[in-house]
């Protein structure tokens, strides 16, 4: 049964910095997508950050040059580096995940987008005070 699992939220002051870790298990491909989601008390939820097995990577308007996703393979983790942190990035942050038999399964179902996400962790809270 595949798990993925968030860590690494908290409160920090405007401006600052946090990293939060997605721990990845039971997967048997891969062939994936992955990605940081949000939501904010009374938002809809939106997509922070995406990467692909190949390499591919897109952010969220609001996050682009201030947050930066990457994933150690060897760890099956991946992370959400936020800089520069704003009061309106306070949400709870959700690590998801979908895995392909092949690349070109992956390449039919399109790019990493939410709707597509068929693992999905509880969330770890991030709060930037104003």
């Known amino acids: 049964q595949v798990q993925v699992v968030e860590s690494g939220g908290g409160s920090v002051q405007s401006g600052g910095s946090l990293r939060l870790s997605c721990a990845a298990s039971?997967?048997?491909?891969?062939?994936?997508?992955m990605g940081w989601f949000r939501q904010a008390p009374g938002k809809e939820r939106e997509a922070v950050a995406t990467i692909d097995s190949t390499g591919n990577i897109n952010y969220g308007d609001s996050v682009k040059s201030r947050f930066t996703v990457s994933q150690d393979n060897a760890k099956n983790t991946l992370y959400l580096q936020m800089n520069s942190l704003k009061p309106e990035d306070t949400a709870m942050y959700y690590c998801a995940a979908v895995y392909y038999p092949t690349l070109s399964d992956m390449v039919v179902a399109g790019s990493c987008e939410m709707w597509g996400m068929d693992y999905w962790g509880k969330g770890t809270l991030v709060t930037i005070p104003s």
């Open positions: 039971g997967y048997t491909s891969s062939t994936y997508c």
